[in-house]
């Protein structure tokens, strides 16, 4: 008997010690993740640490971490019993950064006044501001619409939807804790905003679809058969793992690199262009470098989404944060309330075209929607695809979204001017997208 339990406690002692090491050796990943979603939950968004502990960041092992918010000097730092140690500092229109290898004073000193959000406009029509018009649309069934709308509130843990029908009308509901007025974290919706920043700059010559990428440490090596296109369309060919749940390349990007672009920059080729469709977060943020690039001082860079695109059609509260360096994380990190999410699906559904301000080629909206070589019909160009109905069976195959982790979508439907907007927390299977989506349209006859 003796001998027994000292077997079952060698084995839990060795057990716990690989757990153990297991955590430590991750812990930047969810420390990283915590210091990082806590610092812009509370500074940027507006809300308490407490809110986003119980609801954003409540699962394993993100919960072990033990963060201290610094309300005086907007830093956050996180840790796990010592190990792991992460400091997130916020900067005026710039949101948050892990500050990871940089010096903390160079990232605090980083700012962007004009970067910031401006005044609503409650006197202006929707959707350039907040006012909304008296119309009525008779093909409309309100109780179809407005039970579509609540059912998919009751689920998944949904914060707001929009529903918007051309540039007239919209409906919207919110829970607790968020309101009009609430910044809420896209996450790779933000590659769908990167789409829109490389179109405005090919737009305007800066940039060539069809080109190598011009990106001179690739000059001299096989990358240098990259393109644009290759790039936009995830085909690069690029080595990367895209795995939140462990060390990858993904991971060690965003939580052990204060220079993101220039980690992504160094992925070696591994099959060539267009050969291997891959999603890759790193790929968005080198298209950021890229965009980075076509200016003559990081000042400018910062200002030319709020400029070029945003103030344009009224998304006057959305930020891009950037990392530790001051680019765009161009793959995951864009804050703004879900009326300016749908602002955005209006821009692609008016191709591009806003009150007679061609904003983006309607060339590109459509270039937007086109398979990506070897995607089976369900991604784009930083945009996701419904032309083979694999997420949304019931719903029209011209359907393409921005689809952000836990369930952020902005959906747009050419074919029936509407655009959806949808946010939440959600586990896989928490929430139905073909329910809601199909659910919605059917109450427009």
Same mark, same amino acid.
């Given at each position: ?8 406690? &060698?084995?839990?002692?060795?057990? #716990? ?24 939950? &509370? ?53 948050? @950064? ?21 005044? /609503?406009?409650?006197?202006? /029509? ?39 029908? %051309? ?32 179109? &405005? ?8 679809? %069809? ?54 920059? =160094? ?6 262009? %267009? ?19 076509? #200016? ?8 030319? $989404? ?21 680019? #765009? ?18 821009? /692609? ?17 459509? #270039?937007?929607?086109?398979?990506? $070589? ?12 419904? =032309? ?7 719903? $029209? =195959?011209?359907?393409?979204? @921005? ?43």
């Amino acid at each position: 008997m003796k001998k027994l339990l000292i077997g079952i406690l &060698v084995v839990i002692v060795l057990a #716990f010690g690989i757990l153990a090491k297991y955590l430590i050796d991750r812990a930047t990943i969810f420390t990283g993740f915590a210091a990082k979603n806590i610092a812009s939950g &509370v500074f940027v968004a507006g809300r308490t640490q407490e809110s986003i502990e119980a609801l954003d960041i409540n699962f394993f092992p993100v919960n072990l971490a033990n963060t201290t918010v610094d309300m005086d000097s907007k830093i956050v730092t996180s840790n796990f019993y010592g190990f792991g140690k992460q400091t997130a500092i916020f900067r005026q229109g710039l949101g948050v @950064a892990l500050i990871g290898d940089k010096d903390i004073n160079y990232v605090k000193s980083q700012s962007c006044k004009q970067c910031e959000s401006i005044e /609503y406009q409650p006197d202006v /029509y929707w959707p350039q501001g907040d006012k909304d018009r008296d119309t009525i649309l008779s093909f409309v069934n309100d109780n179809k619409l407005n039970k579509a709308i609540e059912n998919a509130m009751n689920q998944g843990n949904t914060r707001a939807i929009i529903v918007a029908y %051309d540039t007239l009308v919209k409906w919207e509901k919110y829970n607790e804790g968020f309101d009009e007025t609430t910044p809420i974290l896209g996450w790779s919706m933000s590659k769908s905003i990167t789409n829109a920043m490389i179109g &405005v700059l090919v737009k305007d010559g800066k940039l060539q679809l %069809d080109k190598p990428a011009p990106i001179d440490e690739w000059a001299n090596d096989v990358r240098s058969k990259i393109t644009l296109r290759n790039l936009l369309n995830m085909t690069s060919g690029l080595k990367w793992v895209e795995d939140y749940g462990d060390i990858s390349e993904a991971t060690i990007m965003l939580y052990s690199c204060g220079a993101i672009a220039q980690y992504a920059l =160094k992925s070696p080729a591994q099959y060539p262009p %267009d050969s291997v469709w891959y999603y890759s977060s790193g790929t968005s943020n080198i298209l950021q470098e890229i965009i980075k690039r076509q #200016f003559s001082n990081v000042h400018d860079y910062w200002v030319f $989404p709020q400029k070029a695109i945003f103030h344009k059609i009224g998304m006057n509260h959305t930020i891009i944060e950037t990392d530790a360096v001051g680019t #765009f994380v161009g793959s995951s990190y864009t804050y703004a309330p879900a009326r300016d999410w749908a602002r955005f699906g209006l821009l /692609y559904l008016k191709n591009g075209i806003w009150r007679n301000d061609t904003i983006l080629d309607p060339s590109w909206v459509e #270039f937007s929607q086109q398979e990506a $070589p070897n995607s089976n019909g369900e991604y784009g160009a930083q945009f996701w695809l419904n =032309k083979s109905g694999h997420k949304l069976p019931d719903a $029209p =195959k011209d359907i393409y979204y @921005a689809d952000g982790y836990q369930g952020q979508r902005v959906y747009i439907i050419p074919s029936k001017k509407l655009v959806i907007v949808r946010f939440g927390i959600s586990k896989h299977g928490e929430f139905d997208y073909n329910k809601m989506v199909t659910s919605i349209l059917d109450a427009f006859n």
